[in-house]
């Protein structure tokens, strides 16, 4: 297992720097998307880019965290994002590693991170939305301590895409 290192963002990672990750992360909800047979737009995942870069100041201190995992070379392998959603609620978002690094507890690590800036900002709770087809997501935050939401949660998928609430699971961990 190579070591990983997590890296907290004081500042907004270039869009060199992030953009592969962010494609490679939209390429497989797109994935995931299928699975459900959901018709996914060919501009969907450039669209959906553009918006976190529009958007992007919401993950960073003091409304939010980006964490990065990056392999000994410094190639950037996972990220995870989390923002205010509420005072007391921070919304997971952009949970990604690489294929080459699942199993291997990078997952973990960049939702233990988020977890620690969530405790540091006072928050009570986190909330995170998963396609159901994210089996891998499901069981991740079920090993976490996430505990699965019998009904939607308004997260910013759930209201900026409702489209995909049908195909939604919404989970929650209380700090």
């Known amino acids: 297992m ?3 290192t997590i890296e907290y963002c004081d500042v907004l990672p270039s ?3 992030l953009g592969p ?3 490679r992360y939209y390429a497989t909800i797109v994935s995931k998307m299928d699975e459900v047979g959901l018709a996914v737009p060919p501009e969907a995942p450039k669209s ?3 918006e976190f870069w529009d958007n992007a100041t919401d993950y960073l201190p003091p409304k939010g965290c980006i964490v990065l995992a990056r392999d000994p070379s410094g190639a950037l392998l996972g990220c995870g ?3 205010l959603l509420d005072p007391e609620t921070g919304e997971m978002k952009r949970m990604y590693v690489d294929q080459a690094l699942r199993g291997t ?3 973990r690590a960049l939702v233990e991170a988020r977890e620690a800036v969530a405790r540091n900002m006072g928050l009570k709770r ?3 939305d998963s396609l159901v087809s994210s089996v891998e997501m499901h069981g991740l935050y079920a ?3 996430f505990v699965r939401s019998a009904d939607p949660i308004e997260t910013s998928t759930y209201l900026d895409q409702p489209m995909l609430r049908p195909h939604l699971y919404y989970f929650v961990k209380e700090l």
């Open 2 to 4: 190579p070591k990983v």
């Open 15 to 17: 869009q060199e720097e």
């Open 21 to 23: 990750i962010l494609a």
């Open 48 to 50: 959906a880019v553009a």
């Open 81 to 83: 994002m989390m923002k």
């Open 105 to 107: 507890g990078t997952g």
């Open 126 to 128: 986190l909330i995170a």
């Open 143 to 145: 090993k976490m301590g």
